[in-house]
């Protein structure tokens, strides 16, 4: 549900991964209270910051987060996810070695 990373200006950090309520339990406060464990989990282990992604049609989510204070990357500092699948990961680790100076 969440592991910790580093960031380079921040420090410690946690990372929420698949938090998810079922439709039909959705709106009884089991999110809220999840990720407020979450969070109280990262206070006390002096995470700095939490972060997690949200799919754009995911409306519902996205007003949740933003209800709570949460800062939206994409809009309010232009940043952008990108990501390696396993193959592109693999092609370009080798990368060096193709491209690689020889003296």
């Given at each position: ?12 950090m946690m990372y929420l991964e698949d938090l998810y309520v079922k439709p039909q339990y959705r709106g009884k406060g089991i999110g809220t209270s999840m ?69």
């Amino acid at each position: 549900m969440y592991f910790y990373s580093y960031g380079t200006w921040v420090g410690r950090m946690m990372y929420l991964e698949d938090l998810y309520v079922k439709p039909q339990y959705r709106g009884k406060g089991i999110g809220t209270s999840m990720m407020t464990k979450v969070a109280q989990i990262g206070v006390e282990n002096e995470c700095n910051r939490m972060q997690w992604v949200v799919l754009n049609w995911n409306q519902e989510a996205i007003d949740f987060y933003k209800k709570h204070d949460s800062i939206d990357l994409t809009t309010d500092e232009k940043w952008h996810l990108f990501r390696m699948e396993r193959g592109e990961l693999q092609k370009f680790a080798t990368l060096h070695d193709q491209t690689a100076v020889k003296a």
